[in-house]
């Protein structure tokens, strides 16, 4: 059973910075993570991309990120970080990370974390 742990989330004021770690443990060992991701969802609106990483460190964003947020992963500990600066008011959501085919032994799945609240304020 793998499950990812989101931290770091909270509350700051528009143009303040927050970094969001998500890490990986399994009942097992963790073989390899295709893709490292992060989503969003504000209320009333749908899950959106905020940005994603694959082994080879390509990276995608979402078109509102604009250079404000970076993703890396650490593979060593299955862990992803977002470092996000200069934030905006319209970037208040829960934030998931999420796993595209993670490898472990009980198979090759794709995970979601249960989320974290950011809150940005005016």
């Known amino acids: 059973q793998v499950q990812l742990a989101e931290s770091g989330g909270g509350w700051v004021e528009a143009g303040g910075s927050l970094r969001l770690s998500c890490a990986a443990s399994a009942s097992g060992k963790i073989f390899s993570i295709r893709v490292w991701g992060w989503y969003r969802q504000a209320p009333g609106k749908q899950r959106e991309l905020v940005a994603t990483?694959?082994?080879?460190?390509?990276?995608e964003y979402g078109n509102f990120v604009k250079g404000r947020f970076t993703i890396s992963r650490d593979d060593a500990q299955n862990a992803v970080t977002l470092q996000m600066k200069n934030l905006k008011p319209e970037d208040t959501a829960i934030y998931f990370c999420?796993?595209?085919?993670?490898?472990?032994?009980?198979?090759?799945?794709?995970?979601w974390g249960q989320g974290i609240q950011v809150t940005v304020a005016a």
């Open positions: 999420m796993t595209d085919r993670l490898a472990d032994e009980d198979g090759v799945r794709d995970y």
């Open positions: 990483m694959n082994r080879r460190a390509v990276t």
